[in-house]
């Protein structure tokens, strides 16, 4: 289906035409000055150079040649703008069929692309903090987005399972059950099913070991050496490390389904373990990847670099492996895997450095195709209300169960305080809602700036927030529900009415940016585009329900009226399902 915008611009570029200029000067936008008019096309201004005439003279000339039946309103306004305004029938016939067409007459990409989106980056035997909740949010609305444009999607959540962390966690395990069958290297026989910690035990296990590392130098020596054992295949190790795995991950998916976010693959740095030879083998073959003081390095600066580029680090002087090579490992392994057309990271934009040598890197050892796109999307930092770095009171990092589990407690006050609903019910629904809140409150921002966490404004059922928006919902779906109550008639074929007032011009006139609003966050991986594209449905929607007595009008109209408001939540409801939550029945 054609784009509002689209069919107006191709109206005036005819008009245009005719008068003898060029369709291009027909270009309409929404107007920047709404108490003038809705739509504004200003190509006579930039006609004026080119056609050496005054702007006001080829407005008319255009107006005079406009085929207006599409508009109430086309008037020239100095000095030189074509002001319109929309027909309501038009705007009606245009909803309709929006109303009737698949995705809301939203065009899928014409050539649609494999792509990989790597988010969640969790570290095993590491809890989950705040920091993760961005990728995680904004990785599964970024995934979810392009499914909707059409393209085949896989989500990796790519986990941090291989460094130094295992290492501590070894050692960390070895100081307190120093009798476990894993750490004697003489041990034959099978290894115990049952993993000799649980998940509280091995997040105390690993910050403890973690900062005993940085004070105690023989320690982290030895969480060094386990490390490399453990990369190198040391059968107890091996063994204990599938524990970990086991026990880290599925407390991993509780937590991430607790934020609606889940992964195609779980995948992580140790499954490309294996490929890591054979990939350094080819970089010194082809002659990418040269010796510098006892390393292996790849040289990715180039002449137009303003910044200084420092090489792409292979093989540290004691043959370990690092960052840059599981990140570019994993690179070699999808293409020959997956094969995406692109690969997008949505790491914290401190790591930019760290994505641009790995990219480099790949595109200067011919490991991806030319036409491969690698795509950092960088995002900035959850911050408190003092601006730093959000942090617990006592300043310790914050676990991310914690935050969810506030944000519910606060969800759930504010459901209770004058609302008629049971604790059970206050309970289930807080459940739904702080997840919105949550979620809406990262995404609402744009992803590569800080934003500041506050808990009060996230949660609150007024002003830009995820609450506000399912109130939104919930209020069409009660008006809804009394309207079948009252034995309204079925609305399926009924037709949207053109629009009797303002308010409910306005309303129609914001359904109609559903699809360029969605394809715009598409193609710029900017979900906080749809926030900000729901935000003005769902304002446009309360007006027009302020001021419209939706079940006293009369039959006609009212079978309309609720088919306008079934359009506005399936818009609604599609679009925050792309951001990744729900709404509740009732709030
Ligand atoms: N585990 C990493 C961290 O916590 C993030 C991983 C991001 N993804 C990647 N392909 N490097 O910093």
């Not at 096309?41 to 107006?63: E, M, V, W």
């Not at 930092?381 to 676990?399: A, E, I, Q, S, Y």
Request: glycine content about 8%.
């Amino acid at each position: 289906m054609k784009n509002l915008l689209d069919i107006l611009s191709e109206k005036t570029g005819e008009a245009f035409v005719k008068a003898g200029y060029d369709a291009e000067c027909g270009r309409v936008t929404v107007s920047n000055r709404p108490d003038l008019c809705e739509y504004q096309c200003s190509g006579a201004l930039a006609g004026a150079k080119k056609y050496h005439k005054a702007p006001l003279q080829i407005a008319g000339d255009a107006l005079e040649n406009l085929d207006k039946d599409i508009f109430s309103k086309a008037e020239v306004c100095p000095p030189g703008f074509i002001n319109l305004d929309l027909s309501p029938a038009f705007l009606a016939s245009f909803i309709n069929e929006m109303a009737e067409s698949e995705s809301y007459g939203y065009e899928k990409a014409s050539s649609p692309k494999k792509v990989v989106v790597d988010y969640g980056g969790a570290n095993v035997a590491k809890p989950l903090h705040v920091g993760h909740i961005r990728s995680a949010v904004i990785g599964e609305a970024v995934k979810r987005m392009l499914r909707f444009d059409g393209h085949d999607v896989v989500g990796d959540v790519h986990l941090g399972d291989w460094g130094l962390q295992m290492g501590l966690v070894i050692v960390g395990l070895k100081e307190r059950k120093p009798d476990l069958p894993y750490f004697d290297p003489d041990f034959q026989g099978e290894y115990p099913e049952e993993a000799p910690f649980t998940i509280s035990e091995l997040e105390e296990i690993y910050p403890e070991a973690s900062a005993r590392s940085k004070e105690d130098e023989d320690f982290k020596k030895l969480a060094l050496e386990a490390t490399n054992e453990l990369q190198s295949g040391r059968r107890g190790y091996r063994a204990l490390w599938n524990h970990i795995m086991n026990v880290s991950v599925a407390d991993l998916k509780k937590n991430y389904g607790s934020l609606n976010v889940d992964f195609d693959l779980w995948k992580g740095e140790s499954d490309v373990n294996d490929i890591i030879p054979v990939m350094v083998e080819e970089l010194k073959q082809g002659g990418y990847a040269h010796e510098s003081d006892g390393a292996l390095v790849v040289d990715v600066k180039e002449d137009t670099d303003t910044k200084e580029i420092p090489p792409c680090m292979i093989l540290k002087s004691d043959g370990a492996a690092l960052y840059d090579t599981t990140d570019l490992a994993t690179i070699k392994d999808r293409m020959a895997d997956i094969k995406p057309d692109s690969i997008i990271y949505v790491v914290d934009k401190r790591q930019g450095l760290h994505f641009e040598q790995v990219f480099r890197a790949a595109r200067k050892a011919h490991m991806v195709e030319p036409e491969t796109e690698l795509t950092f999307l960088g995002f900035g930092t959850m911050n408190g209300k003092d601006g730093k770095p959000f942090k617990t009171r006592d300043g310790g990092v914050l676990r991310l169960e914690t935050l969810i589990a506030d944000t519910k407690e606060e969800m759930y006050k504010k459901i209770r305080e004058g609302r008629p609903v049971s604790d059970e019910e206050a309970r289930a629904i807080s459940e739904v809602v702080a997840v919105a809140a949550l979620k809406y409150g990262d995404l609402t921002n744009q992803a590569s700036k800080d934003y500041i966490f506050d808990l009060d404004k996230f949660t609150s059922f007024e002003g830009n927030t995820g609450p506000y928006i399912l109130y939104t919902i919930v209020r069409i779906k009660s008006i809804m529900a009394r309207y079948e109550n009252e034995g309204g008639k079925d609305i399926s074929g009924v037709k949207i009415m053109p629009a009797a007032n303002e308010s409910e011009k306005a309303l129609c006139m914001e359904l109609a940016r559903f699809a360029p609003s969605v394809k715009g966050a598409c193609d710029e991986l900017a979900p906080h585009r749809i926030c900000g594209y729901i935000y003005d449905l769902a304002n446009a929607f309360n007006s027009f329900y302020h001021e419209t007595p939706i079940l006293s009008e009369e039959e006609e109209r009212k079978a309309s009226l609720v088919r306008l408001l079934s359009l506005t939540k399936g818009v609604l409801e599609t679009c925050i399902d792309i951001l990744g939550f729900s709404a509740p029945d009732k709030m």
